[in-house]
């Protein structure tokens, strides 16, 4: 059964912390994403990555980075976390070139930020 | 830009009952639609999808059809039950693989 693994169900972390999230996909896909979902605001676009190495900003960058070094890996580095980073945190893959519908989504990582 | 509108929730439906959840969306060009279901505590799946005018989508007893002239993607299903208690997101895509998401409906079904 092909998926999308994130490594935490829940974190909780301290402000100032350096925290990182993982995300594994085991389908050989290029694309990875890196989505928030907070209530009433649906999901919003961190980064997203086409290629391994490769990194594109999404609508809301700002306090954090990514990184890939290998295909099936997309971390998600919060700098330096503060509590208005606490949310749900959803990572995607999909193949390249293939729009929405081939989308592939982890359980997603609740992280509170105290 | 592109942009999707949901009716915004709960919804709130008695086991049976008749569900629709409203979608309009903005686009320039011909985008393909979607609905996403998401159960508690798990990542979205993809419901259905439609990928050119008329096409009717459907799975799980759900149905939406792509209405170019409404621009429009409604969700309906004719009999929930309480296993259909989950956030319902409609969403496009249009050459580009980023997708556009709606904010989500919450739907909650009641025995």
């Known amino acids: 059964d092909v998926k999308v693994t994130q490594s935490s169900r829940y974190l909780v972390k301290r402000t100032g912390e350096k925290v990182f999230l993982e995300c594994v996909q085991d389908?050989?896909?290029?694309?990875m994403f890196w989505y928030r979902q907070d209530p009433g605001l649906g999901l919003r676009l961190i980064y997203f990555?086409?290629?391994?190495?490769?990194?594109e900003k999404g609508d809301i960058p700002e306090g954090y980075s990514v990184s890939r070094e290998k295909k099936e890996r997309f971390s998600l580095i919060l700098e330096s976390a503060s509590t208005n980073q606490t949310s749900m945190y959803l990572c995607?893959?999909?193949?390249?070139?293939?729009?929405?519908?081939?989308?592939?989504f982890g359980s997603g990582t609740r992280l509170t930020v105290v | 830009g592109n942009s999707v509108t949901q009716m915004e929730g709960p919804v709130t439906l008695s086991e049976e009952a008749f569900l629709t959840i409203n979608c309009t969306y903005t686009?320039?060009?011909?985008?393909?639609l979607f609905w996403y279901v998401q159960y508690p505590g798990e990542g979205l799946q993809l419901l259905l999808k439609?990928?050119?005018?008329?096409d009717k989508g459907s799975n799980k007893g759900f149905e939406a059809t792509y209405r170019k002239e409404t621009t429009s993607f409604h969700l309906e299903k004719g009999s929930v039950q309480v296993s259909d208690s989950a956030v319902y997101f409609c969403?496009?895509?249009?050459?580009?693989?980023?997708?556009?998401f709606g904010r989500g409906t919450s739907l909650i079904v009641h025995p």
């Open positions: 969403a496009l895509s249009d050459r580009s693989y980023i997708p556009t």
């Open positions: 389908m050989d896909h290029e694309n």
């Open positions: 686009a320039t060009g011909y985008p393909s």
């Open positions: 995607a893959s999909s193949p390249a070139g293939q729009a929405l519908g081939s989308y592939t």
């Open positions: 990555s086409y290629d391994v190495k490769m990194k």
């Open positions: 439609a990928t050119k005018a008329d």
